[in-house]
């Protein structure tokens, strides 16, 4: 406890790490502000009745913190940057160019890749702030949507979302957290005393154990991120003895961790930004007559069934794990740089023989990561079905909880590595 109460006076105290916690504190009120701050020209009459009864666009409006439901000039949230990060990550595994730029150029490389990925928020914002209004114009929840409210709504709505993902960039910069993780942390977490106070309102003693279930399944939930996102696999590595004049370099013994999931809660964002789209599309094209619009409401219906959810959500958490642990951990990467140090793992050869140990080994690890990670994703679901509370209030408990922890511990990692590089000896 004493340890603990020595990093955060020294937080405090030091004047470096002070000024990056009170710009993020700060960014995140600035995100609270225009996430209240409504389009100009937009009625909020039947808005929040839709997100009550829509369990899509209501998931979605967690996300953003409410900013949906409040028509805000960021109720698109980091959805259109997220989604054109996907798409920049797939075209990695198609373009070999693409590819080199991210992996082999350094951080000249990666730095032109998020660029293209700004860029391509832009016509995304556009597209989804179009197929919004125009649903909503088609529900009947908007009217009055001339032309030019319309083209200002969406300049608006883009405007926003640049915004935001600026905002996010900054917090980055900090060096304490993933700037996106952590506005998706703050949307969730500006939410939960209007979603508790909800819960009190309509609260039916009828069904205590099923919220006595629900709870137990949250304490599994939590239990189980922390399992996850702390559990590593140490592999063994030597290094080699070197002479260098009167001196003697290396034979030391270390290990290098692999993370059971190294890809964080990332999967759980890349697989909820797929899995809203369809139900999104679907609604867009719902008030379409004919055989389109039939089409539409049938596959909205099939979206927004809780065991369809669950099962596809726990599919994609899945293979996002190991998209993205592919995209960001390079085996071959990891061998090349043992070999120039002069390490090796005991009993296999370097170079290529370390290069296929590790990706055998990798492999392993991840189906345990991406298994687990999808089971505490949709366990909520599972609670659901067998109590027979289904629908949004189980499945906004899971992908939160599930979220929360991952960020906190994350940025707990990050602070504590911060502390750690100033003052060493103390901690």
Not at 237 to 254: L, W
């Amino acid at each position: 406890m004493s340890v603990w109460y020595d990093k955060v006076t020294f937080l405090f105290k030091n004047k470096d790490l002070r000024k990056k916690f009170l710009v993020v504190l700060f960014l995140f009120v600035v995100f609270r502000i225009a996430a209240n701050v409504p389009i100009p020209g937009i009625g909020l009459e039947n808005l929040r009745k839709f997100f009550t009864q829509n369990q899509v666009f209501g998931l979605l409006n967690i996300f953003s913190g409410g900013a949906l439901s409040n028509f805000s000039i960021v109720l698109l949230g980091l959805g259109p940057y997220i989604t054109a990060t996907i798409i920049l990550q797939l075209l990695t595994m198609i373009f070999p160019a693409l590819e080199k730029m991210y992996k082999e150029e350094g951080e000249a490389g990666r730095q032109k890749f998020n660029q293209y990925g700004r860029l391509l928020t832009i016509p995304l914002a556009a597209f989804e702030g179009y197929g919004i209004l125009t649903l909503f114009v088609r529900q009947g929840i908007i009217t009055g949507l001339t032309p030019m409210i319309m083209a200002s709504s969406i300049i608006t709505i883009v405007a926003g979302s640049m915004f935001l993902m600026w905002i996010g960039e900054i917090i980055t910069e900090q060096g304490i957290g993933n700037g996106i993780s952590l506005l998706i942390f703050a949307g969730i977490i500006a939410r939960l005393p209007v979603n508790i106070f909800e819960t009190f309102i309509t609260f039916d003693t009828s069904k205590i154990p099923a919220y006595l279930l629900f709870f137990a399944s949250s304490l599994l939930i939590i239990a189980g991120v922390v399992l996850i996102t702390e559990a590593r696999r140490n592999i063994p590595v030597s290094y080699a003895k070197r002479v260098r004049g009167n001196k003697v370099y290396g034979g030391q013994s270390t290990y290098l961790p692999l993370n059971v999931n190294p890809a964080g809660v990332i999967p759980i964002i890349f697989a909820l930004s797929i899995l809203l789209f369809p139900g999104m599309v679907a609604g867009f094209l719902s008030g379409v007559p004919g055989f389109v619009g039939v089409w539409a409401g049938n596959v909205g219906a099939f979206f927004n069934n809780s065991w369809v959810h669950g099962v596809l959500y726990f599919i994609l958490v899945v293979i996002f794990t190991y998209f993205y642990t592919a995209v960001t951990f390079d085996p071959k990467t990891i061998a090349d740089n043992l070999q120039k140090m002069g390490g090796f793992i005991p009993g296999v050869r370097p170079g290529e023989s370390t290069t296929k140990f590790l990706k055998h080994i990798l492999n392993r690890v991840l189906f345990v990561g991406a298994i687990s990670l999808g089971f505490i994703a949709v366990l909520p679901n599972i609670v659901g079905g067998l109590t027979g509370i289904t629908g949004f209030a189980f499945l906004i408990g899971g992908t939160s909880l599930l979220i929360i922890v991952s960020v906190v511990l994350d940025t707990f990692r990050q602070i504590n590595a911060q502390l750690q590089m100033r003052e060493y000896d103390t901690f």
